[in-house]
């Protein structure tokens, strides 16, 4: 795969990411967005939320911080998405943590067609029907193949799985994709995980109709510039900041010598 040629796409293309997103990474996942030289927007009210849907190329949904209300915002906006035809992606944060997560992540998969499922991996193996538990957002042990369980669901769903973690799962129904950058500073940074479904989205955005590729692109990229932060970075104050700068910076070099990314 040639994960540059994604990215270059992005800031050809500067695809407008429409979000309805967790208010504790909101501002993250818009600059995320932005220094990969796209265009964020975040409308949650329902009075405008399927009319922000219809001007954008994307779609990012995330329950980190849900109510009854935010979701049906969501699937006002997934509805109005699907009618033009453009990815939806949702990041089912904390699937797995409490039954009126889980309850409300299947209602979005049921009210609305959604193209990509994001999350770690307990809250994949939950939306995926097994019997786990998630610590608040964060993963815990999943009994079984993950790379199974991801595929299972695509095939399911009909749509693009991602699982993120050390080593990051991307599948559709017959394709499988292992991204192995990144670094284990960016489990000490809160949002990159809200961050990562930003950015699915953006290189969704950009290359539509190759939804599984755009997304371990993405990743690769996104995991490649945290590499290059951690490099020159003291903790995790420093490392967000530089994480912002060395996606804005991205080379073709650099991504072509370190993209980790088998299928």
């Not at 943590?97 to 193996?125: H, V, Y």
């Amino acid at each position: 795969m040639d994960v540059y040629s994604y990215l270059e796409l992005v800031r050809e293309r500067q695809p407008l990411v429409h979000h309805l997103t967790n208010w504790v990474t909101i501002y993250d996942c818009a600059q995320v967005v932005k220094s990969f030289g796209a265009s964020p927007v975040m409308a949650h009210a329902p009075e405008e939320a399927a009319e922000m849907a219809g001007m954008a190329a994307a779609l990012v949904l995330n329950i980190g911080t849900l109510t009854t209300g935010f979701i049906e915002s969501m699937k006002l906006a997934a509805l109005a998405a699907n009618r033009r035809g453009i990815p939806v992606v949702l990041d089912a944060c904390g699937a797995g943590s409490t039954p009126f997560r889980d309850q409300k992540c299947f209602e979005l998969l049921d009210a609305a067609r959604i193209s990509i499922i994001k999350g770690n991996s307990s809250e994949i193996a939950r939306i995926a029907g097994r019997d786990v538990r998630t610590r608040g957002v964060d993963a815990t042990d999943v009994g079984g193949d993950l790379t199974e369980i991801a595929v299972g669901l695509a095939t399911e769903r009909n749509c693009t799985v991602v699982v993120t973690g050390r080593e990051d799962i991307v599948a559709d129904a017959g394709t499988t994709y292992t991204v192995r950058n990144g670094t284990e500073m960016m489990a000490h940074v809160v949002g990159t995980g809200c961050m990562a479904a930003s950015v699915v989205g953006t290189f969704a955005g950009a290359s539509p109709l190759e939804l599984t590729a755009a997304s371990a692109a993405g990743l690769s990229c996104f995991e490649i510039a945290a590499e290059l932060a951690v490099k020159k970075s003291g903790g995790p104050a420093t490392f967000k900041q530089n994480l912002f700068d060395c996606i804005f910076l991205l080379t073709r070099d650099e991504v072509s010598s370190m993209q980790r990314v088998t299928q």
